[in-house]
């Protein structure tokens, strides 16, 4: 019997590593993507979302949904037709054969994700000490003790993370549960207020070009930052292989958890609006977390959001690290399987059946990212690194868009179909991923440079990964071909 692709992506040798444990069912895999999404990111965009358009902050987050559920649909159609743990650089792989696309996809999909974990690991050290500090628990920590406790939150990760998905899903429940609350105070604030006849609900229709841009492109620009706070559906295509008939539950969980965010979104950005003057809304867009923070403390005076609140933060953030890791663990797993990366990342622990070695790498990269961007502590990192993170993904979904319709005109007519995004719809979402990774949505341009470093770094390390992967394959006797040449399969080359 002849072999195909799929096959050789499909099929595991008798002596292979244990597979990965299938543990999650519609609520928890539902509950993974809401807290993913929700995460750090609403904290952080949407002062300098009401900074930048004013009152209509809330359709940002509409358009940055829109094109998400675009792009979702592209990553369902594809995770129910393969579905397996490395997810963007499975799907580029497939659709273009090129080893150097697959790495850098799958290089800066990891790195998004573990740049996400090291920032939130340090946003969280500074409100669990802000929130000491504002109790008078303590008096102010110094820079190494704050990078101290971001560091040991890091590795307190991986050992929730090494116990296994159950284990850290069912944690992933129970942040996201304060993740939810949070949000829930915010939006109840707005509405309290609302009623008492004292909001700004007229507002809401009024743009303000607080930064003369032009309605376009400040509309533009704000989707743009929003989609940060949209990011994270995908993550959940790579922990297909640990969830339980996923080609049936991921299509409607997955929109499902979309769904709910945009939905919490723009109620957070109404009450924001309702409460908050538009002098104030223009005041706010430095402001990061503390947008959230204002919007409770001016609309509920009596309530000790001061000494509460930054607590709330840390369960957020700490929700968004765990999952990052989560995803970037599985990734290099479903990477080292496929042999794209060292076939050493792809061990799994025999008990817990967890890719302990994926864990190790990625906490170890995570360790000194929070170490380095600890050196400069006037660099706004924060930010500069959310947008950095949402330009290498809107650039994968770019991808992502692209591959699906590659793979749709290759799809087997004889192959069971569980989910086809409409129509043209891949393509559309492409060119509107594309369109606000460019530069004209007003992208600081260190966001540019720090993800060509980070690309860079990717180059050097497909480079000691193809030479590797050459002196393995010539010690089985292959032939001999240029890098880049598609690997003989009938030879038993890795692919």
């Known amino acids: 019997m002849s072999t195909t692709s799929d096959d050789v992506y499909q099929a595991s040798p008798p002596d292979e590593e244990p597979q990965l444990k ?46 998400a559920t675009l792009t979702a649909f592209s990553y369902l159609e594809l995770v129910t037709q393969y579905p397996q743990a490395a997810g963007a650089a499975l799907y580029a792989h497939k659709a273009f054969g090129i080893h150097f696309v697959t790495f850098l996809v799958a290089f800066a999909v990891v790195c998004s994700g573990i740049t996400s974990a090291s920032t ?38 991986a050992v929730i993370n090494l116990r296994g998905v159950g284990e850290s899903v069912k944690f992933n429940v129970v942040l996201t549960a304060v993740e939810v ?25 009024v743009f303000t070009d607080y930064q003369d841009k032009g309605l376009f492109l400040a509309v533009t620009a704000a989707t743009s930052i929003a989609f940060f706070a949209m990011v994270g559906f995908e993550d959940s295509v790579n922990m297909v292989e640990e969830t339980k008939n ?43 977390g503390a947008a959230l923070l204002e919007v409770v403390h001016k609309g509920s005076p009596d309530f000790p959001i001061d000494k509460v609140f930054p607590f709330l933060a840390v369960f957020a953030v700490a929700n968004t690290a765990l999952i990052n890791m989560l995803m970037a663990s599985r990734l290099i797993y479903g990477m ?30 995570a360790l000194g990212l929070i170490w380095y961007v600890s050196i400069d502590p006037d660099s ?34 004889d192959r069971k179909v569980f989910f086809t995004s409409p129509g043209q ?71």
Not at 258 to 279: D, F, K
Not at 342 to 351: A, D, S, T, Y
Request: charged share 15%; aromatic share 8%.
């Open 181 to 205: 609350l949070a949000l829930c105070i915010v939006i109840g604030v707005g509405f309290y207020v609302m009623a008492q006849g004292t909001g700004n609900i007229q507002e809401i229709t």
């Open 336 to 365: 080292a399987r496929q042999h794209v990366l060292p076939r050493g990342l792809g061990k799994v622990l025999p008990g817990r059946r967890s890719p302990w070695a994926g864990i190790t790498f990625s906490t170890v990269l």
């Open 246 to 288: 996923p080609e049936r539950i991921f299509p409607r969980t997955m929109l499902t958890g979309l769904g709910i965010a945009v939905l919490l979104y723009m109620l957070v950005a109404v009450s924001v609006v309702s409460v908050l003057s538009p002098t104030e809304l223009g005041e706010i867009r430095e402001s990061e």
């Open 425 to 495: 719809l891949p393509w559309v979402a492409a060119i509107l991923c594309a369109f606000l990774a460019g530069p004209w949505v007003g992208r600081n341009p260190i966001q540019y440079q720090v993800a060509g470093g980070l690309m860079a770094i990717g180059v050097v390390l497909w480079f000691i990964t193809w030479l590797i992967t050459r002196k393995s394959a010539a010690s089985a006797g292959p032939r001999d071909r240029e890098p880049g040449t598609p690997p003989d399969e009938s030879r038993g080359e890795p692919l």
């Open 120 to 157: 939130s690991a340090n946003v969280l050290a500074q409100n669990l000490f802000g929130g000491l500090e504002v109790n008078g628990w303590m008096g102010a920590p110094d820079k190494g003790m704050i990078t101290l406790v971001a560091m040991a939150f890091m590795v307190l990760l």
């Open 22 to 67: 299938r543990v999650l069912g519609p609520k928890l895999l539902l509950l993974f993507i809401v807290g993913d999404i929700l995460g750090a990111g609403v904290y952080a965009v949407t002062g300098t979302m009401a900074g930048t358009v004013g009152g209509i902050v809330w359709l940002p987050f509409l358009l940055a949904f829109i094109v």
């Open 380 to 413: 706004n990192i924060v930010a500069n690194l959310s947008g950095t993170t949402a330009f290498l993904l809107l650039c994968v979904f770019t991808v992502v868009n692209v591959a699906c319709v590659v793979l749709r005109r290759k799809r087997d007519p």
